[in-house]
């Protein structure tokens, strides 16, 4: 799967895979059907979400304003927080980690565990989040200066006390965004210069839900994660909901685990889709269109199916849009995510 340009907080059109996928789609939607695992108690799901002070600036809110909200009335069970490296190093050899250490110190005085996506490719729009400095041709290099401040990042929190996974990369077998195609063999490297480093705390590594194989992120990473969206936008298919069950997902890992003879790692959803997708990013949408795309009643849905698929750790995506929402007089999103919330378990301590 490819991504044209596009704005912050947008996602990408579907591009890949739609004939293999159709045919394997009915076999694996009937089994998937037949063996689904039924939905979890919701005392036994762990909703936590992922945060970007990024997508904050791109919807014109305050992020530290928003963070608080979600970290005091949300309180999810865990954030995925981005280490965004334009952000963390604007200049050469000089690192800047206030926002970063803020928000992991406002989670652990909260006892909310922390993931930290760390790498040349984090959440959200452009997915690549280069240093301006580096705009460099020279491969290598850039690698050499990648690897030096993935350990900068490692040696500065493998020591804090809610610190959960490392996320290296994000979706990197995934091919879209604004930056190169992934290597393997790189991301490797990366997977294991954090190990080395840091012994203690699992490295997570994600792929896409829908168009993903799973295989080489699994093989690759202690954890597992994969997103789940219900509703998303192509440009040449338009506005449309995936045929899925939630059996679907639980199958996938069956399969995926039996291929990679990892029994025991752990599948998590590192991204639920709980925001509108449409043909403009969310910014751009009047209220009415964000509305339409992804209303309260969606919302209830996408939790149902999430609960469906066996998962018990499920991340959601859309806490910022949810704020906004709630700060123009809507707080529909935002109450039932904290109902949701705060029907799981309970968090933990530490990680």
């Not at 704005?7 to 789609?25: D, N, S």
């Not at 009915?26 to 990024?54: N, Y």
């Not at 200049?91 to 250490?101: E, T």
């Amino acid at each position: 799967m490819t991504r044209r340009a596009r704005a912050p907080g947008e996602k990408a059109p579907l591009r890949r895979g739609l004939a293999f996928g159709a045919v394997a789609l009915v076999g694996a939607l009937a089994l998937a059907a037949a063996t689904a695992p039924g939905a979890a108690p919701p005392d036994e799901i762990e909703w936590g979400a992922t945060f970007s002070q990024k997508m904050c600036a791109s919807l014109g809110i305050d992020w530290r304003e928003t963070y608080l909200a979600v970290v005091g009335d949300l309180r999810p069970s865990v954030l995925r927080l981005v280490a965004y490296w334009d952000l963390v190093e604007p200049a050469p050899g000089r690192y800047d980690f206030a926002d970063l250490d803020w928000q992991v110190g406002t989670a652990e005085a909260a006892g909310i565990p922390v993931v930290i996506a760390v790498g040349q490719k984090v959440p959200r729009w452009p997915e690549y989040h280069f240093p301006r400095w580096l705009r460099i041709p020279d491969e290598r290099e850039r690698r050499r200066r990648l690897l030096a401040y993935l350990a900068v990042v490692v040696e500065r929190y493998r020591g804090r006390p809610g610190l959960r996974y490392w996320q290296v990369e994000n979706e990197p077998f995934l091919d879209f965004g604004d930056g190169p195609r992934a290597d393997p063999a790189f991301l490797g490297r990366e997977v294991e210069l954090v190990r080395g480093l840091d012994p203690r705390h699992p490295v997570l590594v994600t792929d896409s839900g829908e168009w993903g194989s799973w295989l080489a992120a699994a093989r690759a990473g202690d954890v597992f994660g994969t997103t789940l969206y219900r509703k998303v936008h192509d440009p040449r298919l338009g506005t449309f909901s995936y045929p899925l069950v939630p059996g679907y997902y639980a199958l996938r890992e069956r399969v995926t685990k039996l291929a990679t003879g990892k029994p025991g790692q752990r599948f998590i959803c590192a991204e639920l889709g709980a925001e509108p997708w449409g043909a403009e990013p969310v910014p751009r949408m009047s209220s009415a269109e964000q509305r339409e795309l992804f209303s309260p009643e969606a919302f209830r849905r996408t939790v149902a199916f999430a609960r469906g698929t066996g998962l018990r750790e499920l991340y959601f995506w859309g806490v910022e849009w949810w704020y906004f929402r709630k700060l123009r007089g809507d707080p529909a999103y935002w109450d039932e995510a904290r109902r949701v919330i705060r029907s799981g378990r309970r968090q933990r301590a530490g990680p």
